[in-house]
């Protein structure tokens, strides 16, 4: 008979914590059987809508616990959670967590801890809450050698981005996502794209085994996207995303997350409101996609009891981490070096010549240019311009170039195009 | 130190086989090593791409081999494949295959059989080729109980309804995807919804437990859809799909495949070509969607190495079948009782009390009508109705009886609607 009855324990009971906890109670017996043993609260005396007696405000009661085999840490913030999951590493027993400031930035660390250790570390809440997408990256296509992975990974800004798509400004999309809860009073680390970033790191490190700074994942937001924005992105058959954008080609391995008009016949422009998506692409596999709710209690605890499951089968046959992560293959590419081809919208005053030391600029710089619309006459002209694939640095000295022409009012919008 | 180095044969050395031999040949070492021990051909003296000293037309070669520890079935047909792979879970090797006839023949038996054997059975490749799938089903969300599930799982059909979305007629759509080599000759088990209809009694065991025969799965193809089925669908802001449907809601477990109208902006109505999806409904998860390539040798291979990873891993860790699979909930549920909202066109002769008398016979059969929409006048006269939903005996009454009617010149198309 194999063990199939394993002690567990939650660190942390709010919002993720109480649902995670109700489904451990009701888990189908016939899977795995839980029990239990432990809840870290911060107040011991407050009511529970689960068993009270099995509260603690002390970690060391969990972590000196020998009958326990599993932690959930759902503290959320990376302290003091982190010390946490490596003193439990330490000690031998499986750790689960949601929180992907954690894994972004020690993730690999403990990975290995948790190798060492002869233990076992899931984290599929991490990125995407609820869609299984990280275990089928570890174990299903662990022999596929990925050359791209795409995320739309921050629910927040992708609800607001579908409202300006469907005519919002970006101040009431803001509003009413902080109404309905899925912005903070705070919405920096959604709007600014951190959140996605820390998700993208992530993702670095399972499809491709790079483990790049937060200073080299080149992040932008969603700040300065309009309406307008969004009227142009229509008339070119597009719409605009936030990405996680993940590459090991042309030479190197380069994460970023920024804006992207993408056509909308693409999976990811299909992806609307608070959902999220990844697209795996590779030789073999062509394009994969997964989607499904990136965030909300429910999807985030199906998350963790799916890898409550794993964790179980790696305890039951005593195997550590049997699949290895991947390895970096290439070296890391510098921001500076990426190529995209470039929307660009510019005010300019309608005179001839204009757009003569416009394209002789990008031609300066090597930049080509796909196509260009004039829109308007005199003081009020916008130039619309479409270029092909050039280097990061090129295009930003081009653009900084354009700004500083005589002839040009300013530079309305920047948009990098996907493709 | 693990055992990380396994012996494979492989039955088949076609297409999607020679393909698996490629890969486990470059199988990166990092994640296991693999010997192909030997290839089960039928013409030992054809030359082959791979190392001809491994073929044998001899499968008790094989079977008998007892340092053979893993065996991947790619021969096609149910026999002998289903012979050999009873034969060879018998002898306690772990099996892999990629079909989808044997799994859905007796996909069950053969679980039990690999279980009470303590060795393991993968067919990842058998439902949506390239797209991992199963095993999200089987592990990651095995602690979720599903309500739906719906599959656009045959990729030629799909192939042949998105060249009639973009103008095509039945019979151009047909032929190109012949010459593509995407439909076979005989084109039936693809258009008739038969190979659907395979994987969709596959998923029935995965999602739900249910183990439907052939005759309880209903089943329609899309020979009947035409040009202007896609115009109306178009004006409605729907499109057509043939889709495997399972559910697992009011009062009964249904499996069936048909085409349907389906609105634009679902997930499914953007899988285009040749592609595959699954989406996932269940309390928690809400809707997850999974979408790839569902055909083709290298996908076909790719999931075949993602289950060959799978069982290196349970033969490492000595484990059969951990996770199990789940129990019929719900009593079958017949086809005449689930419930759909349909699209009705029909000829009518233009004469007052036509659309009584048609009002008429669905009020008769408890029927309501959401929406009717007359074109044209005299004998030209098309009359379009979208029903509320009402069970399919009721729908099917309807219909006959709408048949006969003596202004109804004749009944053009009848199509259940997705939501």
């Given at each position: 008979m194999k063990n199939n009855s394993y002690s567990v324990a939650v660190l942390g009971a709010g919002n993720i914590g109480s649902a995670v906890i109700e489904r451990l109670e009701n888990l189908?017996?016939?899977i795995v059987e839980i029990d239990l043993k432990s809840v870290l609260v911060s107040d011991i005396s407050k009511e529970r809508t689960?068993?009270?007696?099995?509260?603690?405000?002390?970690?060391e009661d969990i972590l000196n616990?020998?009958?326990?085999d599993l932690v959930i840490e759902?503290?959320?913030?990376?302290e003091p959670g982190k010390d946490y999951i490596k003193s439990l590493l330490s000690n031998g027993k499986a750790v689960i967590t949601a929180n992907k400031d954690i894994i972004a930035d020690c993730g690999n660390e403990l990975v290995q801890l948790a190798q060492e250790n002869n233990t076992c570390l899931y984290f599929?809440?991490?990125?995407?809450?609820?869609?299984?997408?990280l275990k089928p990256l570890i174990e299903?296509?662990?022999?596929e050698d990925l050359s791209r992975v795409t995320g739309i990974i921050n629910g927040t800004s992708n609800y607001m981005l579908t409202s300006m798509e469907e005519g919002s400004t970006y101040e009431d999309a803001l509003s009413t996502a902080q109404e309905l809860g899925y912005?903070?009073?705070?919405p920096t680390n959604d709007v600014e794209g951190i959140d996605a970033m820390y998700k993208a790191m992530i993702l670095s490190l399972i499809c491709f085994g790079a483990t790049p700074d937060k200073d080299n994942v080149h992040t932008e937001g969603i700040?300065?996207?309009t309406k307008e924005d969004f009227d142009w992105a229509s008339r070119l058959n597009k719409t605009i995303k936030l990405v996680a954008l993940i590459d090991n080609e042309d030479g190197g391995f380069n994460a970023r997350v920024h804006p992207v008009l993408i056509d909308?016949?693409?999976?990811?422009?299909?992806?609307?409101?608070?959902l999220n998506a990844v697209v795996v692409e590779g030789e073999n596999i062509n394009q994969l996609v997964f989607s499904g709710p990136g965030a909300g209690a429910a999807p985030t605890a199906s998350a963790v009891i799916g890898d409550v499951l794993s964790a179980c089968h790696q305890l039951s046959s005593n195997q550590?981490?049997?699949?290895p992560l991947r390895s970096q293959k290439n070296d890391n590419k510098n921001f500076d070096d990426v190529f995209s081809s470039w929307f660009i919208r510019l005010s300019v005053t309608?005179?001839?010549?204009v757009l003569a030391s416009i394209a002789g600029t990008f031609s300066q710089n090597n930049v080509s240019i796909e196509s260009v619309i004039q829109e308007g006459r005199g003081e009020q002209a916008e130039l619309v311009l479409v270029t092909h694939e050039a280097p990061e640095k090129d295009m930003q000295n081009s653009i900084k170039q354009i700004t500083s022409?005589?002839?040009?009012?300013?530079?309305?919008s920047t948009l990098r195009v996907y493709s």
């Amino acid at each position: 008979m194999k063990n199939n009855s394993y002690s567990v324990a939650v660190l942390g009971a709010g919002n993720i914590g109480s649902a995670v906890i109700e489904r451990l109670e009701n888990l189908d017996n016939e899977i795995v059987e839980i029990d239990l043993k432990s809840v870290l609260v911060s107040d011991i005396s407050k009511e529970r809508t689960f068993n009270n007696d099995v509260v603690t405000d002390n970690f060391e009661d969990i972590l000196n616990d020998d009958s326990i085999d599993l932690v959930i840490e759902v503290l959320g913030g990376v302290e003091p959670g982190k010390d946490y999951i490596k003193s439990l590493l330490s000690n031998g027993k499986a750790v689960i967590t949601a929180n992907k400031d954690i894994i972004a930035d020690c993730g690999n660390e403990l990975v290995q801890l948790a190798q060492e250790n002869n233990t076992c570390l899931y984290f599929e809440a991490a990125v995407a809450a609820g869609i299984p997408v990280l275990k089928p990256l570890i174990e299903s296509l662990r022999g596929e050698d990925l050359s791209r992975v795409t995320g739309i990974i921050n629910g927040t800004s992708n609800y607001m981005l579908t409202s300006m798509e469907e005519g919002s400004t970006y101040e009431d999309a803001l509003s009413t996502a902080q109404e309905l809860g899925y912005a903070e009073p705070d919405p920096t680390n959604d709007v600014e794209g951190i959140d996605a970033m820390y998700k993208a790191m992530i993702l670095s490190l399972i499809c491709f085994g790079a483990t790049p700074d937060k200073d080299n994942v080149h992040t932008e937001g969603i700040t300065s996207i309009t309406k307008e924005d969004f009227d142009w992105a229509s008339r070119l058959n597009k719409t605009i995303k936030l990405v996680a954008l993940i590459d090991n080609e042309d030479g190197g391995f380069n994460a970023r997350v920024h804006p992207v008009l993408i056509d909308t016949k693409h999976p990811l422009a299909a992806i609307r409101g608070a959902l999220n998506a990844v697209v795996v692409e590779g030789e073999n596999i062509n394009q994969l996609v997964f989607s499904g709710p990136g965030a909300g209690a429910a999807p985030t605890a199906s998350a963790v009891i799916g890898d409550v499951l794993s964790a179980c089968h790696q305890l039951s046959s005593n195997q550590s981490n049997w699949y290895p992560l991947r390895s970096q293959k290439n070296d890391n590419k510098n921001f500076d070096d990426v190529f995209s081809s470039w929307f660009i919208r510019l005010s300019v005053t309608d005179e001839p010549g204009v757009l003569a030391s416009i394209a002789g600029t990008f031609s300066q710089n090597n930049v080509s240019i796909e196509s260009v619309i004039q829109e308007g006459r005199g003081e009020q002209a916008e130039l619309v311009l479409v270029t092909h694939e050039a280097p990061e640095k090129d295009m930003q000295n081009s653009i900084k170039q354009i700004t500083s022409l005589d002839s040009v009012t300013s530079v309305t919008s920047t948009l990098r195009v996907y493709s």
